[in-house]
Each structure stands twice: as C-alpha cells, then as structure tokens.
C-alpha cells in the first residue's frame, strides 16, 4: 500500500529515482567488469581502453562516429569505446544501455555511459543523462 502512495504522490520524480538507481547499478557494474579484467591480466587494461588517451572522456560503444554529442557535460571522443571484446561475457554479460534508450538515442551503439583513464591512473565511468540534477560517475 505504502508503495502505491509513493508513485501516487510524484510518480516522474520516482521513475526518474529508479531510472538513477539503475544508472549507479550500471556504471558500478563496468567499472567492476573493466578492473576485474585488469587484475587477470597482470595489469593491462582493456585493448581499447588501454589505447585511449588519458584523460579524454569516451562513450561506451560501438559507433564510429557521432559519439561527441552523445554525452551531456562532458567533451567526449569522436568514436564510441568498445570494450565489449574484451569483458563481455567473462566480466559482464552485456555493456549496459541507459534505462531511457532510444528516447535519449542510447542503444550498443552509443549506450550513453562513458569511460576515461585519469593521469594518476584511475579509471572514471559514469553516466551521460543521469536525471534530477545527479551526478553520476565512480572510479577507482
């Protein structure tokens, strides 16, 4: 019944509350899967990740283009990032697409969520249309 009430008295605010709480599943899930990988061998991150330039924000997928625009406040890379060879299946069963999907245009492609390796050598994802003015990026 409690339930009822809460979607009841705002329900946009709530489905975007879920759609977030998928958000922070999602970017925790890759970095996990990309640092997983990283651990089984001996250091070396993804082979697209590893290649990337520090410091430069891309968004995860398979497009070669078109992936610049893709990503709110962050200037991202032209082309998508595929890590999809590398952790897909063994690390993570699929690369997450954001909840809204086609409505924001995310789909394997360009699945709205982005990635970038710092200089200190840190690895950074997080979301690229998270809702009610939230942040949302982990790295460790």
Do not use: H
């Not at 709480?21 to 697209?48: F, Q």
């Not at 952790?87 to 970038?116: F, K």
Request: overall charge negative; charged content about 20%; aromatic content about 6%.
């Amino acid at each position: 019944m409690a339930a009822i009430i809460f979607v009841a008295v705002d329900p946009a605010r709530r489905l975007a509350e879920a759609r977030n709480a998928e958000r922070w599943s999602s970017v925790n899930s890759i970095l996990n899967a990309v640092l997983k990988y990283t651990v089984d061998n001996a250091g070396t991150l993804p082979n697209a990740l590893a290649s990337a330039t520090v410091g430069t924000y891309y968004v995860l997928g398979t497009d070669g283009i078109g992936c610049d625009a893709a990503c709110g406040a962050q200037t991202t890379a032209g082309a998508c990032l595929n890590l999809a060879p590398d952790i897909v299946d063994e690390y993570i069963a699929s690369i997450p697409i954001d909840p809204l999907g086609d409505s924001v245009g995310a789909d394997a492609g360009n699945t709205d969520y982005y990635i970038r390796k710092t200089a200190t050598g840190r690895i950074q994802v997080g979301s690229c249309d998270p809702e009610r003015d939230q942040d949302i990026e982990v790295s460790r």
